[in-house]
């Protein structure tokens, strides 16, 4: 098994401790069994994009932490083989472009999103989000707002603890880069 799923598994074991959760509980609680979760924490199994995001919200915790980098360093840099790439139900990919150290306060992730994705969940979490639409066509969606279809070229920001999701209705492939920023807010 690959060592980054390891530190997946770490920061998951890591934060279901700081809730004082037993595997059981958190099983529970997340509808996952406590032997996925012990796989998961020990890096036996690579989770899914699904997954991740249930335990994450869950934790009330952004996916990107899950990757974060404990030492301090001047600068970092990740090399395309150490990238962190996780899929859900082989329709979406988030490659995660840079670990999140923890005085990091962005989050830039490559989206790809394969052809007629459209039923994703929507997800919420801290600070705003910015995204550049590198190929295709995605759709994003905030709950409650009209959808805005964002094609090749354009970019758009928003706040991330609105339920959001981005949508490709094409028949081809879309990607953009999308970077999580904490701590930030924008005003109109």
Request: proline fraction near 3%; include cysteine.
């Amino acid at each position: 098994m690959n060592e980054k799923y390891k530190y997946v598994g770490k920061r998951l074991r890591k934060e279901r401790i700081k809730y004082g959760l037993s595997l059981n509980e958190l099983a529970e609680e997340t509808g996952l069994s406590s032997s996925f979760l012990s796989l998961l924490e020990n890096g036996k199994t690579i989770p899914s994009l699904k997954v991740l995001d249930k335990l994450t919200t869950f934790f009330s915790i952004h996916i990107a932490d899950l990757f974060a980098v404990d030492e301090e360093q001047d600068f970092i840099h990740l090399i395309k083989d150490n990238q962190i790439e996780v899929t859900n139900d082989s329709d979406t990919s988030l490659r995660f472009l840079l670990p999140k150290s923890i005085d990091c306060s962005i989050e830039p992730v490559l989206i790809t999103l394969k052809p007629n994705t459209v039923n994703r969940e929507f997800t919420s979490h801290r600070g705003i989000e910015f995204g550049y639409i590198l190929e295709g066509e995605i759709e994003v969606s905030i709950e409650g707002k009209e959808p805005v279809v964002c094609q090749q070229g354009d970019s758009i920001v928003y706040r991330a603890n609105l339920e959001h999701k981005v949508i490709n209705r094409q028949d081809k492939v879309a990607r953009g880069l999308w970077v999580g920023i904490q701590g930030s807010d924008f005003n109109i």
